[in-house]
């Protein structure tokens, strides 16, 4: 799903666009830059701003006002109304910096770009297009599944 997030969701974003959405962020966008985009690009606007939410609906945008405490919590409540699912699935992730979807990088091209205890123990590594940023299932991996683990938890109460 094209979702523009306002400043406050700089998190939810990197989230988002980890489980593969494209998701539009910049914290420097005011109320009337953030309804913009959402019109003109068909995306659903999200925030926590109760008075941007209405201002959204009164345009007939697509938008939803995004509650929730932790990170887990919010997920849920997005994966509640759009469907989203919380399973994290390398091929279709997105780089949580800038956005662009992240491609396979053979081991030999990342030897002399990430420190050598990790391309040690490491097979498998992904590159960002965009931003050049290298990834690999380090020891975030484990936080990332278990805090989608209490995003489906808080999903079925
Ligand atoms: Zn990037």
Same mark, same amino acid.
């Given at each position: 799903m094209k979702f523009v997030t306002d400043g406050m969701l700089g998190k939810l974003t990197r989230w988002l666009r980890m489980?593969?959405?494209d998701v539009n962020y910049s914290n420097s966008l005011d109320d009337?830059?953030?309804?913009?985009? !959402?019109?003109?690009e068909h995306r659903v606007l999200l925030t926590r701003?109760?008075?941007?939410?209405?201002?959204?609906?009164t345009r007939g945008?697509?938008?939803?006002?995004v509650e929730g405490n932790? $990170? !887990? $919590?919010?997920? !849920?409540?997005?994966?509640?109304?759009?469907?989203?699912?919380?399973?994290?699935?390398?091929t279709v992730s997105r780089c949580p910096k800038c956005n662009t979807k992240i491609?396979?990088?053979a081991k030999e091209k990342v030897l002399d770009r990430v420190p050598k205890t990790t391309?040690?123990?490491?097979?498998?590594?992904?590159?960002?297009p965009g931003c050049k940023q290298i990834y690999w299932r380090g020891a975030?991996?484990?936080?990332?599944?278990?805090?989608? $683990?209490?995003?489906?938890? !808080?999903?079925?109460?």
């Amino acid at each position: 799903m094209k979702f523009v997030t306002d400043g406050m969701l700089g998190k939810l974003t990197r989230w988002l666009r980890m489980l593969g959405h494209d998701v539009n962020y910049s914290n420097s966008l005011d109320d009337d830059q953030l309804l913009e985009i !959402a019109k003109n690009e068909h995306r659903v606007l999200l925030t926590r701003d109760l008075q941007l939410y209405q201002k959204a609906m009164t345009r007939g945008l697509n938008a939803f006002l995004v509650e929730g405490n932790t $990170e !887990a $919590e919010k997920l !849920a409540k997005l994966a509640q109304r759009f469907g989203l699912e919380l399973d994290f699935d390398v091929t279709v992730s997105r780089c949580p910096k800038c956005n662009t979807k992240i491609e396979p990088l053979a081991k030999e091209k990342v030897l002399d770009r990430v420190p050598k205890t990790t391309s040690s123990y490491y097979e498998e590594f992904w590159e960002c297009p965009g931003c050049k940023q290298i990834y690999w299932r380090g020891a975030h991996w484990k936080r990332i599944d278990k805090t989608l $683990e209490e995003a489906k938890k !808080a999903l079925k109460t």
